[in-house]
């Protein structure tokens, strides 16, 4: 908990800090409480931060206000402990139920593209300062088409939900599994080279192609999947280099016959 004796730095402090959380006394130096508030709600970065006032009113002229400047809850003083506490774990709480829907893919469970690239970029300098590798792998569902053609678009989102399970069951929790939109899925590993990429993947790919899938008509079917991985710091060490180079072999492996990894 970080904690300002005025209000005149608090940008600097939520850019150093990052808080999940603001508590906002109305009265204080310099601007009010509902000024900063109103600040925040206008600034892109912060419009989602969860905001607590607090302040010795309470009347309906002060509720009004807070929620029209843009606070979440208030809490008036004196603050009990335990009532501060309990308020500021549910609006934590629905913050991070919020931010889930946000950044998950509601078919799949995975991260969105821009939440994926962003923790890709976490991992990779995280890589770079601990001087280990990490393999970045695309993967694209072979003749999902032919899926939604032949069996169904609630089959094809059958087979996309199992997948998306797959990746979330199989890694690491240090490992960043998103989906990159239609049938493509990407995942980094952390600390990991292109052969020993290669092979966990494929221990996926068997466990994927291994199982057994229903057509809207009742009828059966299996899948398969192509991949392309790239590796920091052999094949580049940016993250646009690397997703251009996973792509590209993700395309050469299905130019290759599909149902294959390229390295």
Not at 19 to 33: E, F, I, N, W
Not at 134 to 161: E, I, M, P, S, W
Request: aromatic residues 6%.
């Amino acid at each position: 908990m970080v904690g300002l004796s005025d209000s005149h730095g608090l940008m600097e402090a939520l850019a150093q800090h990052r808080p999940d959380l603001l508590l906002l006394d109305v009265q204080m130096p310099g601007p009010s409480g509902f000024d900063l508030c109103r600040i925040l709600r206008s600034t892109p970065e912060w419009q989602e931060l969860p905001v607590l006032l607090i302040t010795a009113h309470l009347g309906l002229e002060f509720r009004l206000a807070a929620f029209q400047a843009g606070a979440d809850d208030y809490l008036s003083k004196p603050v009990l402990r335990e009532e501060l506490r309990a308020r500021v774990q549910a609006r934590l709480e629905r913050s991070r139920l919020s931010r889930e829907r946000a950044e998950r893919d509601a078919l799949t469970g995975l991260l969105l593209r821009r939440p994926f690239i962003d923790g890709l970029r976490a991992r990779l300098a995280e890589s770079q300062r601990q001087g280990r590798p990490l393999a970045l792998c695309f993967l694209d569902v072979d003749h999902f088409k032919k899926v939604n053609d032949q069996y169904g678009h609630l089959a094809g989102d059958r087979v996309l939900t199992r997948l998306g399970r797959l990746l979330g069951a199989r890694f690491r929790r240090e490992d960043v599994r998103g989906r990159w939109g239609g049938e493509e899925f990407v995942v980094a590993l952390l600390g990991e080279t292109a052969a020993s990429a290669k092979e966990i993947l494929s221990r996926t790919a068997a466990e994927l192609s291994g199982m057994t899938f229903e057509g809207d008509a009742g009828e059966t079917f299996r899948i398969t999947f192509s991949a392309g991985i790239a590796v920091s710091p052999a094949d580049g060490d940016s993250v646009e280099v690397l997703l251009k180079t996973a792509d590209a072999r993700l395309y050469r492996a299905k130019a290759n016959g599909r149902n294959r990894i390229e390295t």
